[in-house]
């Protein structure tokens, strides 16, 4: 999560609890301008600094993830690192080899 979107978190739920930056920092043991350069995204805070944040306002933090998109099919990329470098070589010239004639079929005349 990066700093600017801790942030928004964090004044968001401040917000929805109708908390002030000031009385957030005092129930957190610390103080409103720590607050404020959270909710800025000038700082970063630790992990544990963000739960007790979240914890002083009665919430619980949840961290989830989420696949990546991928380019690419895992299912396939295992099965290339199977083969060996001069396999893939080949495999990869052959590859070149049939993007030439499928460009070079492309430009000749139909019909």
């Given at each position: 999560?990066?700093?600017?979107?801790?942030?928004?978190?964090?004044?968001?739920?401040?917000?929805?609890?109708?908390?002030?930056?000031?009385?957030?920092?005092?129930?957190?043991?610390?103080?409103q301008?720590?607050?404020?350069?959270?909710?800025?995204?000038?700082?970063?805070?630790?992990?544990?600094t963000?739960?007790?944040?979240?914890?002083?306002?009665?919430?619980?933090?949840?961290?989830?993830?989420?696949?990546?998109?991928?380019?690419?099919?895992?299912?396939?990329m295992?099965?290339?690192?199977?083969?060996?470098?001069?396999?893939r070589?080949?495999l990869?010239?052959?590859?070149?080899?049939?993007?030439?004639?499928?460009?070079?079929?492309?430009?000749?005349?139909?019909?």
């Amino acid at each position: 999560m990066s700093s600017n979107s801790t942030g928004k978190l964090l004044r968001a739920t401040r917000q929805r609890h109708r908390l002030s930056q000031k009385r957030l920092a005092l129930r957190a043991g610390t103080d409103q301008a720590a607050i404020s350069r959270i909710e800025r995204g000038e700082t970063s805070p630790t992990l544990e600094t963000f739960e007790r944040l979240m914890a002083a306002m009665g919430e619980r933090l949840a961290i989830a993830s989420e696949p990546l998109e991928r380019d690419y099919d895992p299912l396939h990329m295992r099965a290339t690192l199977k083969r060996t470098p001069e396999e893939r070589l080949r495999l990869a010239i052959s590859w070149n080899r049939l993007a030439g004639r499928l460009t070079a079929a492309g430009k000749r005349p139909h019909g």
